[in-house]
């Protein structure tokens, strides 16, 4: 009784605790105070919402929650052999038996039968306590992976939220040089009367405005699978047009925050990611694997108590004699598997060869990590020359613009150079946009991969409120 509590109490202690334990080790690598406020939900409060919404409805993560209870019951069955054991039977019969040589004699059972046992192994070289460890792993390996789902779903989100931004201001922006080009043709073919236009311009003119709605036409049919992909996978009901915000404030770089985190990462090796972790317990489960097969072939003790109780009544010539019988048992013994035929010696070499693939493989993965995050690191300071010149070309057009229009105002500019410089403008919109975006995607992608992702905090707190 007291092992079982023991095993109680621990099982419910590490699961309370284990995804607090994750977001420690990934937030304990850089102050969070520098990464607040820098990611792209920070500056779009709907996308925070839908992150949220997807931890609850996202088809993935349902997915990873009936892992995690497939996980425990396999634990639960892997602890069940270290505890004792109870069965038992019950029934109501008559038993009649005669012997050919003794006509006279003759045994008649009856009534309630029943007999109680108890099995409680003792001793198993820990190979009992190293198959526990391996299912305890099997749990921790896939809560690390409900966390892992998550993570990978919010940056992934993030970053189609950040694109289908960027396309919807790429569609204006077409929508608007197709409206031009409407406007220009029905300007020329009332001219055409005129002949200040000939029939083959008409026609260049027509060319050019099917040219942009079949351009339009795919960027619309792109745009709206990925709206539809999007809500699939974040576990929303839609994501209309309208829904998707128009314009993406300024994100502000923070290095200090990106220099502690690639410091962090880099003085880790590269094994905080999720594929090093998991690797890492690859290299204890093969050392559990080991511990068990090398206790193969020693002997393996338990202890059984058993009670039983049946009615019996034996008949002669001279006399009928009823007794009821019970036996009490109480033992202690051993099982002994001498020789396997070799299979004991191909196990232990197996988990050996096993852990020492594990190991490379721990190695090559944190390696390949620490080259991610470098390009990572990298490339975000490109994004941010490219966000700067983007917002640099945007102030250009706005301000052309506001000077044509003062000079429109006056009757010294055409309406077409107008209309043009708006076309200018919302290209310009876009560019810049596109740029933010894809910097803030690779920021968060690099501050997710580097284990300091905020985003991770929501799964303490559901958790803890599921297991109270």
Not at 21 to 42: F, H, K, N, Q, Y
Not at 198 to 212: G, K, M
Not at 358 to 377: D, I, V, Y
């Given at each position: 009784?007291?092992?079982?509590?023991l095993?109680?109490l621990?099982?419910r202690g590490?699961?309370?605790s284990?995804?607090?334990?994750?977001?420690?080790?990934g937030s304990?690598?850089a102050?969070?105070?520098?990464?607040e406020?820098?990611?792209p939900?920070?500056?779009?409060?709907?996308?925070?919402v839908?992150?949220?919404?997807?931890?609850?409805?996202?088809?993935?993560i349902?997915a990873?929650e009936i892992?995690?209870?497939?996980?425990?019951?396999?634990?639960i069955?892997?602890?069940?052999?270290?505890?004792p054991?109870v069965?038992?039977?019950l029934?109501?019969?008559t038993n009649?038996t005669?012997?050919?040589?003794?006509?006279?004699?003759?045994?008649?059972?009856?009534?309630?039968?029943?007999?109680?046992a108890?099995?409680q192994?003792?001793?198993?070289?820990?190979?009992?306590?190293h198959?526990g460890d391996?299912?305890?792993?099997?749990?921790l390996?896939?809560?690390?992976?409900?966390?892992?789902?998550y993570?990978?779903?919010?940056?992934?989100?993030?970053?189609?939220?950040?694109q289908?931004?960027a396309r919807?201001?790429?569609?204006?922006?077409?929508?608007?040089?197709?409206?031009?080009?409407v406007?220009?043709l029905?300007?020329?073919?009332?001219k055409l009367?005129?002949g200040?236009f000939a029939?083959?311009?008409?026609?260049a003119?027509?060319?050019?405005l099917?040219?942009?709605n079949?351009?339009i036409a795919?960027?619309?049919i792109?745009?709206?699978?990925g709206?539809?992909?999007?809500?699939?996978?974040?576990?929303i009901?839609?994501l209309?047009?309208?829904?998707?915000?128009?314009?993406?404030?300024?994100?502000a770089?923070?290095?200090?925050?990106?220099?502690?985190?690639?410091?962090?990462?880099?003085?880790d090796?590269?094994?905080?990611?999720?594929e090093?972790?998991?690797?890492?317990?690859?290299?204890?489960e093969?050392?559990l694997?080991y511990?068990?097969a090398?206790?193969?072939?020693?002997?393996?003790f338990?202890?059984?108590?058993?009670y039983?109780?049946?009615?019996s009544?034996f008949?002669?010539a001279?006399?009928?004699t009823?007794?009821g019988?019970?036996?009490q048992?109480?033992?202690?013994?051993?099982?002994?598997?001498?020789f396997?035929?070799?299979?004991?010696?191909?196990?232990k070499?197996?988990?050996?060869?096993?852990?020492r693939?594990a190991e490379?493989?721990?190695?090559?993965t944190?390696?390949?990590?620490?080259?991610?995050?470098?390009?990572?690191?990298?490339?975000?300071?490109?994004?941010?020359?490219?966000?700067?010149?983007g917002?640099?070309?945007?102030g250009l057009?706005?301000?052309q613009?506001g000077?044509?229009?003062q000079?429109?105002?006056?009757?010294?500019v055409?309406?077409?150079?107008?209309?043009?410089?708006?076309?200018?403008l919302?290209?310009?919109?876009?560019?810049?946009?596109?740029a933010?975006?894809?910097?803030?995607?690779?920021w968060s992608?690099?501050?997710?991969?580097?284990g300091?992702?905020?985003?991770?905090?929501q799964?303490?707190?559901?958790?803890?409120?599921?297991?109270r």
């Amino acid at each position: 009784m007291l092992s079982l509590l023991l095993i109680l109490l621990r099982e419910r202690g590490r699961a309370l605790s284990v995804f607090g334990l994750l977001v420690v080790l990934g937030s304990a690598r850089a102050d969070v105070t520098l990464i607040e406020g820098s990611l792209p939900e920070d500056y779009l409060p709907e996308l925070k919402v839908i992150l949220g919404t997807a931890l609850r409805q996202s088809p993935q993560i349902i997915a990873k929650e009936i892992e995690i209870e497939q996980a425990k019951a396999g634990l639960i069955g892997a602890n069940s052999r270290r505890l004792p054991s109870v069965a038992g039977n019950l029934n109501y019969a008559t038993n009649q038996t005669a012997t050919s040589t003794n006509a006279s004699t003759r045994t008649r059972d009856s009534g309630l039968f029943y007999n109680i046992a108890v099995s409680q192994p003792i001793f198993f070289w820990g190979a009992l306590k190293h198959e526990g460890d391996k299912a305890r792993l099997g749990v921790l390996l896939s809560e690390r992976g409900y966390a892992e789902a998550y993570r990978v779903l919010s940056v992934a989100l993030r970053g189609a939220y950040l694109q289908l931004m960027a396309r919807k201001a790429t569609l204006v922006h077409a929508r608007l040089v197709r409206d031009q080009l409407v406007a220009e043709l029905g300007l020329a073919k009332e001219k055409l009367a005129s002949g200040a236009f000939a029939p083959s311009e008409i026609a260049a003119r027509q060319l050019n405005l099917d040219d942009s709605n079949l351009a339009i036409a795919r960027v619309e049919i792109e745009f709206t699978a990925g709206r539809r992909t999007f809500a699939r996978l974040s576990g929303i009901v839609e994501l209309t047009e309208a829904a998707i915000p128009d314009a993406l404030p300024k994100p502000a770089f923070p290095s200090a925050a990106a220099s502690s985190l690639m410091a962090a990462f880099a003085r880790d090796g590269g094994r905080q990611t999720f594929e090093a972790r998991v690797n890492e317990m690859k290299v204890q489960e093969s050392d559990l694997n080991y511990r068990i097969a090398r206790v193969g072939l020693l002997p393996k003790f338990s202890a059984s108590a058993a009670y039983s109780l049946e009615n019996s009544t034996f008949a002669s010539a001279n006399s009928v004699t009823q007794q009821g019988i019970s036996r009490q048992t109480v033992a202690v013994g051993a099982q002994w598997a001498i020789f396997d035929g070799l299979a004991t010696r191909g196990a232990k070499l197996g988990a050996l060869a096993t852990k020492r693939l594990a190991e490379r493989q721990l190695q090559m993965t944190a390696s390949g990590a620490l080259e991610g995050a470098q390009a990572l690191f990298q490339q975000l300071e490109l994004d941010v020359r490219a966000m700067e010149m983007g917002d640099l070309r945007y102030g250009l057009a706005a301000s052309q613009l506001g000077r044509l229009e003062q000079e429109f105002k006056l009757g010294n500019v055409a309406q077409a150079a107008l209309d043009s410089a708006k076309v200018g403008l919302k290209q310009s919109h876009a560019h810049s946009l596109s740029a933010r975006a894809t910097f803030l995607s690779r920021w968060s992608e690099f501050v997710s991969f580097a284990g300091a992702d905020p985003v991770l905090n929501q799964l303490t707190s559901r958790h803890d409120r599921e297991k109270r």
